[in-house]
């Protein structure tokens, strides 16, 4: 026996993939295309705002410059080193 969630759930299921079928979107005209399009589109760029705004874990930058570069801790890092580790890190 399915709970109320699952139930509920199939059904959201079953409702977007009518939605999705070419032959629905040929059914519905146009305008009721460009506007699924656009909202999916819309969905899409939402999820990828929320996934890319989170932020990296925090780290010594210093410390992964020379572990980047494989130097020693008592070493004098190059002008700008420092900056493109950390750049590559969090790349």
């Given at each position: 026996m399915m709970s109320n969630i699952q139930q509920q759930a199939k059904k959201a299921g079953k409702a977007a993939g009518s939605v999705l079928k070419p032959a629905t979107w040929k059914e519905k005209g146009?305008?009721?295309?460009i506007?699924?399009?656009s909202f999916l589109l819309f969905l899409l760029m939402l999820v990828l705002a929320?996934?890319?705004s989170r932020t990296p874990e925090l780290f010594d930058?210093?410390?992964n410059a020379l572990q980047v570069i494989g130097a020693a801790a008592e070493?004098?890092?190059a002008p700008g080193s420092v900056t493109t580790a950390t750049l590559i890190t969090v790349s």
């Amino acid at each position: 026996m399915m709970s109320n969630i699952q139930q509920q759930a199939k059904k959201a299921g079953k409702a977007a993939g009518s939605v999705l079928k070419p032959a629905t979107w040929k059914e519905k005209g146009l305008r009721w295309s460009i506007g699924m399009a656009s909202f999916l589109l819309f969905l899409l760029m939402l999820v990828l705002a929320i996934y890319w705004s989170r932020t990296p874990e925090l780290f010594d930058v210093r410390e992964n410059a020379l572990q980047v570069i494989g130097a020693a801790a008592e070493t004098r890092l190059a002008p700008g080193s420092v900056t493109t580790a950390t750049l590559i890190t969090v790349s």
